[in-house]
């Protein structure tokens, strides 16, 4: 129903930019919130940024002021700007789309990865 592919990751210096790009096909609602989640190994897969109906967008506390989420009005992409990176935010960045209703309710890309080194 729902795919979701990312691009745009890789090695940057800290301090540095990054922007990635999720595209999107398939089939979505008014109601769908759309977000980035980031994930090291080992660890939790946390959220990074949302945007939801009416481009109502929320950030976890790490990425204010330093992340922006957007997407187009088909929705058919999603960016991600990360701005003055750090060696911390280095993790594979995820996109996913949240349904509420529905048989599945959690779509995801498969990921990319972002290094940034100090």
């Known amino acids: 129903q729902v795919q979701l592919v990312e691009s745009g990751g890789g090695l940057v210096q800290a301090g540095g930019s990054l922007k990635l790009a999720c595209a999107t096909s398939g089939i979505f609602y008014s109601s769908d919130v759309m977000g980035w989640y980031r994930q090291v190994p080992g660890n939790q897969r946390v959220l990074v940024a949302t945007?939801?109906?009416?481009?109502?967008?929320d950030y976890a506390e790490f990425a204010e002021g330093r992340f922006t989420v957007s997407r187009d009005n088909g929705k058919t992409t999603m960016w991600l700007q990360m701005n003055a990176l750090r060696p911390e935010d280095t993790a594979v960045y995820y996109c996913?789309?949240?349904?509420?209703?529905?048989?599945?309710?959690?779509?995801w890309g498969q990921g990319t990865q972002v290094t940034v080194s100090s």
């Open positions: 945007i939801a109906t009416g481009e109502k967008t």
């Open positions: 996913n789309v949240r349904r509420k209703f529905g048989s599945k309710l959690d779509y």
